[in-house]
């Protein structure tokens, strides 16, 4: 077993027992000792992973920087507790890596790529919690790894990639605690939820969501728990640095996602669609199989506030309009649960066909995700390209060495004599701080900006009395924050891609207010 992964390694799955008696270690036979919950992971699963992480390091310097990944690096650097639209981990770490190997588009992206590697090994670790032996936690790694979610995520640095991870190790304890009736992975679990919340604070509304489904549910033994209380506090104190930070700001992050919506999806129309290519459409029944599962089978009916969790938080996001791709961090448990299910399938009858079917499902998915969410394409093969259409963040990782050679133009344009009274305004975060990291090296100053963490970092001084602005689609759209504007530039990617700065004017303007009065004007969140 040195190379692909054979049909033959695949075993019938362990049939599970009913785990509601004193002691259900006790319930679980011979067999499943030897493939069960205290058995070594499958040695696939780490092959999968490995691969997984090999492929997101291999394509990491396709095309450069995502905007989100200058606007972390950057915020990095102001140490803070929180910051308008986000917690403190992931901007702090990406500075670290930045500072470790500056420039560095694999380093950067190093911590995401293991993220990702590591939720496939979780996600296999829940599916033999629940009972899976090797050819569930097989299947359940392998639709993990090929998911359109873990290869867009895991390519680039976002916080999303660490909602995933957090939330998945969240539930693997949860999963393992109701499995195994004993309580210290709920004070991991109140840990790890902590500690994600200051990643991404859907961590925290998951965490909540899942303590309430188990208090309808059951079992409600882990209610009356001294360890989940220990939990609970846990929590409650790692976040707590974020939250005060928040509540000081006026809660800014409330702001911005009220601001952000579901648009990018198709908002609540697409918000179901969007499920189905979440993970892919051919792997689909995978996890519908998980969401099933605990209603249809005795032993797996203490998992039953899996399902429950994934319900409400769909509906919660529907009606709240939030973004489709929220419910990604629940996939990966879904998936361990689901794979249980397949792989009882498989080897009930015409086993080589099904596994055959499964491995289709799994090779066609990898190559689609592949496609829609890598760095594959050409860069001047990306406009009109349905790895586009699906997936714009990819064109948003293309032209900002020639977003920098313009407004490079634009500032060598201004007299020498003239430069210490001129600072540079951008409308959104990532074109500042593409200036701000990559600017440097041109010799140009640092930006300012009104966008959600660089509104924190102060208006340009009093004595700046003119600014090179953009953001802005000309002299008209810039009124009445700025005046007299003439254009010195225009950003061009040279490869036609329509993404956020192609065409942009770079234009020099006089502020039409002294900077305290104009700032509140200028400051948004989104």
């Not at 981990?89 to 694999?106: E, F, N, R, W």
């Not at 080897?347 to 055959?356: I, S």
């Amino acid at each position: 077993m040195t190379s692909g992964i054979p049909l033959g390694v695949f075993r019938r799955s362990a049939r599970t027992q009913s785990l509601e008696g004193p002691d259900p270690r006790a319930a679980v036979g011979p067999r499943r000792r030897a493939s069960g919950p205290h058995s070594p992971l499958a040695g696939w699963v780490w092959v999968i992973a490995i691969a997984q992480l090999t492929a997101l390091l291999a394509t990491s310097t396709r095309y450069g920087y995502d905007r989100d990944e200058l606007y972390f690096t950057v915020a990095g650097g102001h140490l803070a507790w929180g910051y308008p639209d986000q917690p403190p981990i992931v901007p702090l770490l990406c500075s670290a890596m930045d500072k470790i190997a500056p420039g560095s588009l694999t380093m950067l992206r190093l911590p995401s790529a293991l993220a990702a590697a590591a939720t496939t090994v979780l996600a296999a670790l829940i599916a033999r919690e629940a009972g899976g032996a090797r050819h569930a936690q097989i299947i359940t790694a392998a639709c993990t790894a090929v998911s359109a979610f873990a290869l867009a995520t895991g390519h680039f640095v976002t916080t999303t990639t660490f909602d995933l991870l957090s939330t998945t190790a969240l539930l693997w304890l949860l999963v393992r605690a109701m499995m195994r009736r004993t309580g210290v992975p709920l004070l991991l679990a109140g840990v790890v939820a902590g500690v994600g919340i200051e990643a991404k604070p859907q961590v925290g509304i998951v965490a909540l969501v899942a303590l309430i489904s188990v208090a309808a549910a059951g079992p409600r033994w882990p209610l009356r728990s001294r360890w989940l209380g220990a939990g609970v506090a846990a929590a409650v104190v790692l976040a707590a640095p974020y939250a005060i930070w928040q509540a000081r700001h006026g809660w800014p992050q409330v702001t911005v996602a009220g601001n952000i919506g579901g648009s990018a999806e198709g908002g609540r129309a697409g918000f179901v669609p969007f499920q189905l290519v979440m993970v892919s459409p051919l792997l689909v029944p995978v996890w519908i199989a998980g969401l099933v599962a605990p209603w249809r089978r005795a032993a797996l009916r203490p998992l039953r506030f899996l399902p429950i969790t994934y319900a409400v938080l769909a509906v919660a996001y529907m009606v709240g309009n939030g973004k489709a791709y929220y419910l990604a961090s629940l996939y990966p448990a879904l998936l361990g649960l689901g794979a249980v299910a397949v792989a009882d399938w498989t080897t009930k009858a015409r086993e080589r066909l099904r596994l055959g079917v499964v491995a289709a499902a799994v090779a066609v998915s990898a190559a689609v995700s592949a496609y829609i969410a890598l760095p594959l394409l050409p860069q001047a093969s990306l406009q009109g390209s349905a790895a586009m259409a699906i997936n714009p963040d990819l064109g948003e990782a293309v032209g900002w060495p020639q977003f920098i050679e313009a407004v490079s133009t634009a500032w060598r344009s201004v007299p020498v004599a003239d430069r210490a009274s001129t600072v540079i305004f951008t409308q959104n975060y990532g074109e500042a701080a593409a200036i701000d990291l990559l600017g440097r090296a041109a010799g140009l100053p640092g930006a300012y900006s009104g966008h959600n963490a660089f509104s924190e970092w102060g208006p340009p001084p009093a004595n700046a009395t003119q600014v090179l602005v953009i953001g802005f689609d000309g002299p008209a759209d810039a009124r009445p924050q700025f005046t007299h504007c003439s254009e010195r530039a225009v950003v061009d990617n040279h490869v036609g891609l329509d993404n956020q700065e192609q065409g942009l004017p770079i234009m020099l303007c006089r502020p039409a207010e002294p900077w305290p009065s104009l700032w509140p004007a200028l400051t948004h969140y989104n």
